[in-house]
């Protein structure tokens, strides 16, 4: 019986494989390409094409494909086979090293944000060595990056490499001013943890909301939610069980560092939380544990919920991104080792962080922007729009005494006795977790919370490391040319304390008084809606730092803007038009039929007493009906908003009308129905129930 450990990474193409099927020669140029950024020779490509075909032939693959990250958040592929005509009329299976390194997509229906015309349909998908090929199926996938003829990126994967070379070349700088000569790489390393739904197919395919939006547009709250916290950690279900059984094994085969799973918070909410690898890695990891989740689901006769808000009243799911930075020779740059308050080069590296999140928070807050997520933040699940970022007790103390140049006295160790002599005694940390907090230090990392569970991770991490490397130049400019460089460093980071202690909150980020000191006292933002914070992205300071990184042209931030908005506003036309439909062709329809059946019932029971009451009947029936006129007023309402966005004349007056008119009209014809079907009998209903849904996974 094989075991975990036989068959992780086996349809990958990854370091073993190509020590076993390379050249000692090519091995060693490809090896030095992918961890020195050395440039591609043309015959290492053709050779690595040639062991990278029989490798996947050997594993069954009958096709090949640029598998590629356009800016729609999901994954792109067009499937190519191996086969060459040969003369004498069979085929032969080729691939060369050209076909490896370049593909030519048809790029015309895949958003660019005016980077290009519909007519310019040419673009190119470029192999990216650092992120191993793998099997799919029968079809071997190359990771890539995504251009437009005219060389913008067309992807998420090219500005995150450009921004992990960023954070690189500015922590080098810093690293040598501390004696530390021998690193040659710095990366950002990341472990997105990954909430979702599970929900059975068959009431899936009864919700037109779910099948056409992700996420219920209608639904009245269930007897019983998540008030006992009883699915939390709770015993996985059987039918879960195996789900999660099977995507573990699809997983590892991948090479996917699958490590903890558990029940989350709200009933049919679940988890999954990967090792930590190299983020360009991760980012492409993610992407396909999301798919992989979906395809897994449908085999049991699930379906995966990926969306930020699928049920309202209960917690909405989330992407928890744990970001770091560590050295070539695996040294963790954000530990802070025994004594942190004697570790400068930590109290730098950390001081970069909070000076970025706290310069750059609308950045930070902008990545993580879409119409899904707009309904999570703030939320109880979920940390608040305002940026800010949790320490703990050690380090806040620490930086407190930098400040004031008084001693630091250190954080007495606590011994947990837990009053029963055969448990353990152990050592509590010096620190508490804050989940209410966007933005936590959790001991060696950076845990940043606010990313929506079906987001890529590419954009928050692209933001998070140019920012943190715009800190490291600005500390890495002046102390280069400090003549003392110990009283130099010192000053710095006293500085950065007084400038960017704002940003910084140890206590509970749900509570309303902290949103008013946040925004009023501290000046932070506070940017509800993507609508709120999409326009700061072309704000001069964000364009000049992200372009002067060389992480985004200016036309690729106008894009992303462009792109943003556009998305934003289809999403919420999309879930407007289907409320239309399920209420007009399904709820008004149901509810007439039920009222029809009372007044029938009504009139049976008086042909045979005059004089009975009927007070249920009647008091139901006069809601009913008063309910159909007022849900027949709000879809009248909803659909003359929904004209005059649609008829806007620009992407920016039609997200306003869109925040500011149509989520209110959604919103009120959606409490109506969510009224009537508490009084309408369930066998008259048109879909399945909250409860159903919530509570039908066994």
């Known amino acids: 019986m094989s075991t975990v450990k036989d068959y992780f990474g086996s349809m990958v193409f990854d370091d073993r494989v190509m020590k076993s099927t390379l050249s000692a020669k090519v091995y060693a140029s490809l090896k030095k390409t992918i961890d020195e950024g050395a440039e591609l020779d043309i015959n290492v490509a053709n050779a690595v094409a040639a062991a990278m075909k029989d490798w996947a032939i050997s594993k069954g693959a009958t096709h090949y494909t640029h598998w590629f990250q356009p800016l729609t958040g999901i994954t792109a592929e067009k499937h190519d086979s191996f086969i060459t005509p040969s003369p004498d009329g069979s085929v032969i299976m080729e691939f060369s090293g050209k076909e490896l390194i370049k593909g030519e997509p048809d790029a015309s229906s895949f958003p660019s944000g005016g980077l290009r015309a519909t007519f310019e349909a040419r673009g190119y998908t470029a192999w990216d060595p650092t992120s191993y090929a793998f099997i799919k199926g029968k079809t071997l996938c190359i990771p890539t990056a995504f251009c437009s003829y005219g060389g913008h990126a067309l992807d998420k994967k090219t500005p995150l490499i450009r921004s992990m070379e960023a954070l ?263 620190t508490d977790r804050n989940r209410t907090s966007p933005f936590a230090f959790t001991g060696n990392k950076f845990e940043f919370r606010m990313l929506g569970s079906s987001n890529s991770i590419a954009c928050a991490n692209i933001m998070l490391n140019t920012a943190v490397a715009e800190s490291l130049k600005i500390y890495a400019d002046r102390l280069e040319g400090a003549k003392d460089f110990e009283t130099a460093l010192h000053e710095m980071i006293k500085k950065t304390i007084k400038d960017h202690k704002r940003i910084i909150f140890n206590g509970n980020g749900y509570d309303d008084s902290w949103i008013k000191e946040a925004t009023e006292k501290r000046g932070l933002l506070n940017y509800r809606t993507t609508v709120d914070c999409m326009p700061h992205l072309l704000d001069k300071k964000n364009v000049d730092m992200l372009t002067s990184h060389g992480v985004f042209s200016l036309a690729e931030l106008e894009s992303r803007y462009e792109i943003t908005l556009e998305n934003y506003c289809k999403t919420i036309i999309i879930e407007a038009n289907t409320m239309l439909n399920m209420a007009l062709t399904d709820i008004l329809p149901a509810v007439a039929k039920y009222t029809r059946v009372l007044a029938k019932g009504i009139n049976a029971k008086k042909n045979i007493d005059p004089e009975i009451a009927c007070d249920y009947e009647t008091k139901t029936l006069k809601t009913l009906s008063g309910l159909i006129d007022s849900i027949g007023l709000k879809c009248e309402e909803l659909e003359s908003v929904l004209n005059t966005v649609n008829g806007a004349d620009d992407i920016e007056e039609q997200s306003f009308a869109i925040r500011d008119k149509l989520t209110l009209k959604m919103s009120e014809l959606r409490a109506l129905c969510d009224v009537a079907e508490t009084k309408t009998a369930k066998k008259y209903w048109p879909y399945p129930s909250y409860a159903d849904l919530l509570f039908g996974v066994k």
């Open 168 to 430: 690189n070349k500015q922590a080098l700088r810093i690293l040598k001013l501390f004696g530390n000569d021998k690193v040659k790489r710095v990366t950002s390393s990341v472990g997105p943890e990954q909430e979702y739904f599970l929900v059975t197919k068959e009431m899936y395919e009864q919700r037109p909301d779910l099948r056409f939006t992700g996420r219920t547009l209608f639904g009245a709250k269930p007897p019983k939610g998540q008030e006992m916290d009883d699915h939390y950690f709770g015993v996985i279900k059987p039918r879960v069980a195996a789900y999660m059984e099977e995507l573990n094994d699809e997983l590892w085969k991948l090479g996917v560092l699958a490590k903890t799973e558990h029940n989350e918070v709200a009933p049919a909410q679940h988890e999954l939380a990967p090792i930590y690898t190299t983020t360009n890695i991760a980012t492409d990891h993610n992407q396909l544990t999301m798919e992989i989740m979906q395809k897994v689901a449908s085999k049991h006769g699930l379906v995966c919920l990926l969306h930020e808000k699928p049920f309202a009243g209960v917690n909405g799911s989330g992407k928890h991104n744990n970001w770091s930075i560590a050295t070539d020779l695996g040294q963790n740059l954000l530990s802070p080792g025994a004594t942190p308050y004697e570790n400068a080069q930590f109290l730098l590296f950390l001081c970069a962080v909070i000076k970025a999140v706290d310069d750059y928070q609308d950045l930070l807050r902008i990545s993580v922007a879409t119409a899904g997520n707009d309904h999570r933040l703030g939320a109880n699940e979920a940390p608040p729009a305002v940026v800010s970022i949790f320490l703990g007790d050690e380090l806040n103390a620490v930086l407190e005494a930098i400040e004031t140049d008084t001693p630091y006295k250190g954080v007495e160790k606590t011994q947990m006795k837990l009053g029963a002599t055969v448990l353990p005694k152990f050592n509590r940390d010096t």
